[in-house]
């Protein structure tokens, strides 16, 4: 298999330069990989460092867009704290993506950031929503019409420990693979899942197949084990960047880590062309959306 992972030498968030080559990459789903970029955390956020921060009826701690947070314990003054902290992480993601694909500028919807204290292997999950298995990200109330999911991980472990993904084969071919297992759209049944509320809007027949993509990765534990991988451990310290709606990845082990997502109209990518929506497009032969 071709490499998945790019790395790049730069210890700086915001000494922005945008390579070709690298945005190439991105745009193929693979993963860029900064191996000297680390998030830093003052003497007194070191606290934070905890699963007791996590308020456990939650999943993850998150800063919204409005800047609330999110699933966290504490009184106002240390959750005020662990804010400030996960706004800056926030700050530093949207300022590597400026300076790495400065034509995204301007068009990048910011997600809630997250901050996931928990260690991966305690995690009990059904298959659905078990991240241990290689997958493409797709929600299920949340339909995006292709619209792009990239995302901006840092290892924060105070230990030294790695967080270890999967990161399995271009997207060209899962989607090659599961496709034709895909069960047909539904119209209708897309308008009753919108007006039972389900789904937050119209699941378009794109939003269905990358679900049924999703889905069928996630159940078949022949293709779990057996389809082209690589094992990545980013070290404590490091941080990477990719379309998680592209690159399979899976995680494996490891805990605190912060991650931000921003949305990206598929329009605003250099090349649309290497999108999942113009890839199933091109492979289904019909408009998806
Ligand atoms: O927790 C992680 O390291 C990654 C989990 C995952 O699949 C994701 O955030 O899309
Ligand atoms: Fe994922």
Redesign the pocket.
């Known amino acids: 298999m071709e490499q998945q992972i790019i790395e790049i030498d730069r210890a700086d968030w915001r000494s922005g330069n945008a390579d070709p080559a690298w945005i190439a990459a991105l745009e193929a789903g693979k993963v860029l990989y900064f191996p000297r970029l680390a998030f830093g955390l003052s003497a007194s956020e070191r606290r934070f460092l905890a699963p007791a921060v996590r308020d456990p009826k939650s999943r993850n701690i998150s800063l919204d867009a409005e800047g609330r947070l999110k699933g966290a314990l504490g009184d106002a003054v240390a959750q005020a704290a662990l804010a400030a902290m996960i706004g800056r992480f926030r700050t530093q993601a949207k300022a590597l993506i400026d300076g790495l694909l400065p034509q995204y500028s301007g068009a990048l919807r910011l997600a809630p950031t997250?901050y996931?204290p928990m260690k991966?292997e305690s995690r009990q999950q059904s298959v659905r929503a078990d991240?241990r298995r290689l997958?493409v990200?797709a929600f299920p109330s949340r339909p995006n019409r292709g619209e792009r999911?990239l995302?901006v991980?840092t290892n924060l472990n105070p230990d030294g420990e790695a967080?270890v993904?999967r990161v399995g084969e271009p997207f060209e071919t899962v989607a090659g693979r599961f496709l034709p297992k895909a069960a047909p759209y539904s119209a209708w049944k897309a308008r009753a899942l919108h007006a039972l509320h389900v789904t937050k809007s119209l699941r378009s027949e794109y939003d269905h197949l990358m679900l049924q993509i999703h889905d069928g990765m996630k159940s078949d534990p022949d293709y779990q084990s057996n389809a082209a991988q690589v094992t990545m451990p980013?070290p404590a310290g490091s941080s990477w960047v990719c379309f998680?709606d592209q690159t399979s990845?899976?995680?494996m082990s490891?805990q605190y880590?912060m991650?931000q997502?921003l949305h990206l109209p598929v329009e605003r990518q250099y090349d649309a062309a290497s999108s999942p929506l113009a890839i199933l497009t091109r492979l289904c032969g019909r408009p998806l959306i």
């Open positions: 997250s996931r991966v991240d997958h990200d999911i995302r991980f967080r993904w980013f998680s990845h899976a995680v490891g880590m991650e997502t």
